[in-house]
T-cell receptor
Framework: QKEVEQNSGPLSVPEGAIASLNCTYSDRGSQSFFWYRQYSGKSPELIMFIYSNGDKEDGRFTAQLNKASQYVSLLIRDSQPSDSATYLCAVKGNQFYFGTGTSLTVIP | SQTIHQWPATLVQPVGSPLSLECTVEGTSNPNLYWYRQAAGRGLQLLFYSVGIGQISSEVPQNLSASRPQDRQFILSSKKLLLSDSGFYLC??????????FGEGSRLTVL
């Protein structure tokens, strides 16, 4: 059983703060790691992917990967109310497997 | 650019009725195709995936089936719906190596 674990939240941060979302996975063979944002009632939207250990930055988003610890995280800097959504972590070995998501609320 | 569409967006069906959800990808060839289900308050469950025409793999035993009659078309079906089949159904595609992209989703309510 391939498992991807996320804290379901809800996570609340004030506007302008840094939101930190975490994810652990069980399959050491996982090769690719993704973060999706899902607004209520909508389909998931890819916002970040990371393949190598370390950090990857894209605008206000930073993905961090530590394969030895089987841990991947997403940092959202200068959080905005529009960032309020559920964030899904996904890992890919031979297939894509998803966590249950962390609900983020950014308070104006 | 590549696009993915699925329909219908919303449907309400009685228990025991059939189901057909359709998904089409444009702008790419030989994509890997997937059907996921997301029940209320739960994560994404992989139902079926396909690496080519007529090639379908099922992740979990269930009341559903999938078919891929054309390279860029993926269909999810059921002969008789159960209450537990209610959920948000998502079609997705991947180029094989790299990211997974989702369609708009189909929300099914079985009454």
């Amino acid at each position: 059983q391939k498992e991807v674990e996320q804290n379901s939240g809800p996570l609340s941060v004030p506007e302008g703060a840094i939101a930190s979302l975490n994810c652990t996975y069980s399959d050491r063979g996982s090769q690719s790691f993704f973060w999706y944002r899902q607004y209520s009632g909508k389909s998931p939207e890819l916002i970040m992917f990371i393949y190598s250990n370390g950090d990857k930055e894209d605008g206000r988003f930073t993905a961090q990967l530590n394969k030895a610890s089987q841990y991947v995280s997403l940092l959202i800097r200068d959080s905005q109310p529009s960032d309020s959504a559920t964030y899904l972590c996904a890992v890919k070995g031979n297939q894509f497997y998803f966590g249950t998501g962390t609900s983020l609320t950014v308070i104006p | 650019s590549q696009t993915i569409h699925q329909w219908p967006a919303t449907l309400v069906q009685p228990v025991g009725s059939p189901l057909s959800l359709e998904c089409t990808v444009e702008g790419t060839s030989n994509p890997n195709l997937y059907w996921y289900r997301q029940a209320a308050g739960r994560g994404l469950q992989l139902l079926f995936y396909s690496v080519g025409i007529g090639q379908i793999s099922s992740e979990v035993p269930q009341n559903l089936s999938a078919s891929r009659p054309q390279d860029r078309q993926f269909i999810l079906s059921s002969k008789k719906l159960l209450l537990s089949d209610s959920g948000f159904y998502l079609c997705a595609w991947s180029p094989g190596v790299g990211e997974l992209f989702f369609g708009e989703g189909s929300r099914l309510t079985v009454l």
